[in-house]
């Protein structure tokens, strides 16, 4: 993108968290800023484009399980800027009737998705942040697009590395789950890299400290397991992305040691 023709209220000279995953995706809606934070991460963690990609993949598959369980409500928290095969694309494919609620606390993220979807009346980008999610779920346009007396899939994709405290995560996952009826469900995928040498992580903060986040955490399965408490888990549970329900014909896009893990559970 052309840093003079930033939307309003975008900064183009500041790190943004979506449009590096952007960049990792391989697309063209970020600024140098971005590629060269971005670079520096990967420098660290240089399969992470290959980590992205398995991200996206794990979402059409998430959300494809869902719709064909009768899911037709879904709330994407930290949505990201769009690219190929949205959650509404995706799940529109399968149940055009299906409504789509995508939330960013990123300008830019909502100027994109909001030319996006302008001719669709059943999915809506609203601005906020998950780290209020208990005033997230209350906002009249997100309750007034969706139906919280009927089953509603929260998505939380590659986002709660982003809470690097472990109880301000859990309360995250708590005040999304609280309103959902039984049928609803919880899809979750988290970063799981490993161990990292003091270096590396100095690294890592710095580059992040530039952005809107305060920093990443690495979680391992037990503790991704735990937002999980008192669901019924999706087989094959929390597994690495790539094993979670792959499609027959599907390849793993990811090299290396570092990865993530994701899984889905469905509320009694």
Same mark, same amino acid.
């Given at each position: 993108?052309?840093?003079?023709?930033?939307?309003?209220?975008?900064?183009?000279?500041?790190?943004?968290?979506?449009?590096?995953?952007?960049?990792?995706?391989?697309?063209?809606?970020?600024?140098?800023?971005?590629?060269?934070?971005?670079?520096?991460?990967?420098?660290?963690?240089?399969?992470?484009?290959?980590?992205?990609?398995?991200?996206?993949?794990?979402?059409?598959?998430?959300?494809?399980?869902?719709?064909?369980?009768?899911?037709?409500?879904?709330?994407?928290?930290?949505?990201?800027?769009?690219?190929?095969?949205?959650?509404?694309?995706?799940?529109?494919? =399968? #149940?055009?009737?299906? %409504? @789509?609620?995508? *939330?960013?606390? $990123?300008?830019?993220?909502?100027?994109?998705?909001?030319? +996006? =979807? #302008?001719?669709?009346? %059943? @999915?809506?980008? *609203?601005?906020? $942040?998950?780290?209020?999610?208990?005033?997230?779920?209350? +906002?009249?346009?997100?309750?007034?697009?969706?139906?919280?007396?009927?089953?509603?899939?929260?998505?939380?994709?590659?986002?709660?590395?982003?809470?690097?405290?472990?109880?301000?995560?859990?309360?995250?996952?708590?005040?999304?789950?609280?309103?959902?009826?039984?049928?609803?469900?919880?899809?979750?995928?988290?970063?799981?890299?490993?161990?990292?040498?003091?270096?590396?992580?100095?690294?890592?903060?710095?580059?992040?400290?530039?952005?809107?986040?305060?920093?990443?955490?690495?979680?391992?399965?037990?503790?991704?397991?735990?937002?999980?408490?008192?669901?019924?888990?999706?087989?094959?549970?929390?597994?690495?992305?790539?094993?979670?329900?792959?499609?027959?014909?599907?390849?793993?896009?990811?090299?290396?040691?570092?990865?993530?893990?994701?899984?889905?559970?469905?509320?009694?």
């Amino acid at each position: 993108m052309d840093e003079q023709r930033a939307p309003a209220g975008v900064d183009p000279f500041a790190p943004s968290v979506a449009r590096m995953y952007d960049y990792y995706l391989g697309g063209k809606d970020n600024f140098a800023v971005d590629r060269e934070a971005a670079e520096k991460i990967i420098g660290i963690l240089p399969n992470l484009p290959d980590i992205a990609r398995e991200n996206r993949q794990f979402l059409i598959r998430t959300v494809t399980h869902l719709a064909r369980q009768g899911i037709r409500q879904f709330l994407d928290i930290g949505a990201g800027l769009p690219t190929q095969r949205n959650v509404h694309q995706v799940a529109q494919e =399968l #149940a055009p009737e299906s %409504r @789509v609620v995508y *939330v960013d606390n $990123d300008p830019i993220v909502l100027v994109h998705a909001r030319a +996006l =979807l #302008a001719e669709n009346e %059943r @999915v809506i980008a *609203v601005g906020a $942040d998950m780290r209020d999610a208990e005033a997230l779920v209350t +906002l009249p346009e997100v309750r007034a697009h969706l139906d919280f007396s009927q089953p509603v899939a929260v998505l939380l994709l590659g986002v709660l590395h982003f809470v690097p405290d472990d109880e301000e995560a859990l309360k995250i996952v708590t005040a999304l789950r609280g309103p959902l009826a039984p049928g609803g469900y919880l899809a979750i995928s988290h970063g799981s890299l490993g161990e990292l040498s003091e270096d590396q992580e100095e690294e890592g903060r710095k580059v992040f400290s530039r952005t809107s986040v305060p920093g990443t955490t690495s979680r391992s399965r037990e503790q991704i397991l735990a937002f999980f408490d008192g669901l019924d888990l999706v087989e094959p549970g929390v597994v690495p992305l790539q094993e979670w329900r792959p499609d027959a014909d599907y390849v793993s896009v990811r090299e290396g040691k570092a990865g993530a893990l994701g899984g889905v559970g469905r509320v009694r």
